[in-house]
């Protein structure tokens, strides 16, 4: 099958020979939006092949929360690989996994979140929390959101839903149960009436069955379109889920490290989960994934759950420097900063172009959602990505989410002058999709 990009970028003779070389060895299942081939990358700038400059408004799917080539990781990478790579953590003691975990609870800062399991990715983070839940509860089923993402591998895509591709030949699943998500703009209803009635529907569900270990939530959910949900649809769900006597995890894969301008998303709302997810930027760039919990909750016997590479050496060396440099610099304030400036430039774009029915968002995880009218609000797809094909064409990435959803996520390094640089690329981008017709 053809690579298929969301537009034709002018291919020089290296990234030409990289993509034609890729799609004979690569599997196909491997989805690329943008005909871009990286080889550097510093800051918030990544180069391709060519020489070609992007201001990257992705951070590698919202890992990069450091920069990319952050300067103090790099040099912790540099400094364990001279010594060792791996020691297998699952079968002997070594001391840097347990700094790395030390230095994550101390961050999370939350008295009952004090047990951490290591592994390398965000769906390992979730399996791992999925499994936990089951052990210490001995019940079978769970819960998920309508448009959550929890990871492809098959216990956490029994509870993704947010794309039919997702899913699709992969049943039977494990036993979930799927309830409405406060998407309330796509739902037309205001935000609070959106809260009772998924609440209720939450409520209905968890009376029906008493076999539920665990609801599992993104606090803003990313894949399904960067949806934030009322304080008071995330405080109903905690008190939900104490009265039904089932446990809370929240899955922070995207929205934790500083992204929102808090360390997890949840601490926006007041609220604290049971047992929670995290990977993408913990990592500083490396594979790093992270299930934190309580003791009394991780009360599983040695041999119950495990990995190979889970506390490896240089990704928590790496760690440790990303979680380090994230409070050393403040990133969280930053991200609250720069988010601001971003979404007063959004909202004014917002009353101006026809096509951009929705702007929200928490810190520097903002997502746009791109309409063919704002009184229909029927996503726009083509509108949607002929945007982020014109941003690249002018030296931008963007990410795609949701249906027709542009979501913000760059480096929390951003400056000022790079973030009103983006926004310039961006409404260049929107006012000539605008005035052309898809």
Request: proline share 4%; hydrophobic share 35%; charged share 25%.
């Amino acid at each position: 099958m053809a690579e298929r990009f969301l537009c034709d970028l002018p291919l020089g003779k290296r990234s030409q020979n990289i993509i034609n070389r890729d799609k004979k060895i690569v599997s196909g299942c491997t989805t690329r939006d943008l005909s871009i081939v990286i080889k550097d990358g510093k800051g918030c700038y990544l180069t391709d092949v060519e020489g070609r400059r992007y201001l990257d408004f992705g951070a590698g799917i919202a890992v990069m929360n450091v920069g990319h080539a952050n300067p103090e990781v790099l040099a912790a990478v540099r400094k364990q690989a001279n010594h060792m790579t791996h020691a297998g953590f699952a079968d002997f003691y070594h001391e840097l996994p347990v700094r790395f975990a030390e230095t994550l609870v101390k961050t999370i800062n939350h008295p009952n979140l004090n047990n951490v399991f290591l592994s390398n990715s965000g769906t390992e983070a979730v399996e791992g929390s999925y499994k936990c839940a089951r052990w210490h509860t001995k019940k079978k089923r769970v819960i998920a959101f309508n448009g959550c993402f929890h990871g492809r591998t098959m216990g956490s895509l029994s509870m993704t839903n947010s794309k039919k591709v997702q899913r699709e030949r992969y049943a039977p699943f494990l036993p979930v149960t799927h309830v409405p998500y406060p998407y309330w703009y796509r739902m037309k209803m205001e935000p609070e009436d959106a809260s009772n009635f998924c609440l209720d529907k939450l409520e209905n569900s968890m009376k029906k069955n008493n076999d539920t270990a665990a609801l599992f939530m993104e606090t803003i959910q990313g894949e399904g379109g960067y949806v934030v949900p009322p304080k008071s649809f995330v405080k109903g769900v905690r008190k939900l889920c104490t009265k039904y006597n089932i446990l809370y995890c929240d899955d922070e894969v995207q929205s934790g490290g500083f992204r929102t301008g808090k360390f997890l998303a949840i601490d926006n709302f007041g609220v604290t989960p049971d047992i929670v997810s995290m990977a993408k930027s913990i990592g500083g760039g490396m594979p790093l994934g992270a299930t934190i919990s309580s003791r009394k909750i991780m009360d599983w016997v040695p041999g119950a759950h495990s990995n190979t590479f889970g506390g490896n050496l240089v990704s928590c060396a790496a760690g440790i420097a990303a979680l380090n440099y994230m409070k050393k610099k403040k990133l969280g304030q930053n991200a609250h900063k720069i988010g601001k400036l971003i979404m007063k430039r959004l909202e004014e774009m917002k009353e101006q172009y026809e096509i951009i029915g929705d702007v929200r968002g928490l810190g520097l995880m903002i997502g746009i959602e791109i309409v063919k009218d704002k009184k229909s609000r029927t996503p726009s797809v083509q509108e949607r990505d002929a945007i982020q094909c014109e941003a690249a064409r002018k030296g931008m990435i963007l990410l795609g989410a949701g249906k027709s959803v542009i979501r913000f996520c760059p480096p929390l390094v951003i400056t000022k002058q790079e973030a009103e640089k983006g926004m310039d690329i961006f409404e260049e981008s929107v006012r000539k999709v605008s005035f052309n017709s898809y």
